[in-house]
């Protein structure tokens, strides 16, 4: 299993996720790490009066791209662990 935990850790660092906010005027790319990988922004989506609605629409890519990483690391988890919780995991990621 610990080859098998070894071999998952370097996927993940592979696996990305991406995520959109604002009809796709920001998109980010979390890797299965949950690092931010990257942040594109649309110029449109840059309006220096309501720096405001840009922030909100990278925190709300960054944390559903974060959601979905997160998922996709509890499921390959789960397919190496056959399911079983096991504690210090989350230095895996």
Excluded: C, F, W
Excluded at 12 to 18: A, D, K, P, R
Excluded at 69 to 77: G, I, N, P, Y
Aim: no cysteine; charged share 20%; proline share 3%.
């Amino acid at each position: 299993m610990q080859a098998d935990m070894a071999r998952l850790h370097e996927e993940l660092g592979q696996e990305t996720v991406e995520a959109a906010a604002g009809g796709g005027a920001v998109q980010v790319t979390v890797n299965g790490h949950l690092e931010l990988v990257s942040v594109r922004i649309q110029p449109e989506a840059v309006d220096p009066d309501d720096v405001e609605m840009l922030q909100d629409l990278i925190l709300a890519a960054v944390n559903e791209a974060l959601r979905a990483a997160r998922k996709t690391v509890e499921q390959k988890m789960a397919a190496v662990t056959g399911g079983i919780t096991l504690p210090g995991i989350g230095g895996l990621i």
